[in-house]
């Protein structure tokens, strides 16, 4: 059974930051696509930044240059590094994980609040 567990949400102060994991188990991940989706309330689920079996990687614009998706092969995990922080950031931030040829998994999603 595949179980993706997210950790590192919170509360922080505008600028801030904070460091989200995520942790997959269950199966074999190596080939596999992993990202961060994110989705605020009223809004539709939107692609933060993906990063793939080889180390590339890919963000939103709105993140570039403020968050970082890194990956341990050995670990299954994904990070997702979130610096200077704003307002609009907030959201309920999800990880997924996608092998190739196949659906995606996700996980259960972790709140992240940006606000003094």
């Known amino acids: 059974q595949v179980q993706l567990v997210e950790s590192g949400g919170g509360l922080v102060q505008p600028g801030g930051s904070v460091r989200l994991s995520c942790a997959a188990s269950?199966?074999?991940?190596?080939?596999?696509?992993m990202g961060w989706y994110r989705q605020a309330p009223g809004k539709q689920r939107a692609l933060v930044a993906t990063v793939t079996s080889i180390g590339t990687t890919n963000y939103a614009d709105t993140v570039k240059d403020r968050f970082t998706i890194s990956r341990d092969n050995a670990k299954n995990t994904v990070y997702l590094q979130m610096n200077s922080l704003k307002p609009e950031d907030t959201a309920v931030y999800y990880c997924y994980v996608r092998n190739p040829f196949s659906n995606p998994y996700w996980g259960q999603g972790t709140q992240v609040t940006v606000s003094s």
């Open positions: 269950g199966k074999s991940f190596g080939a596999s696509t």
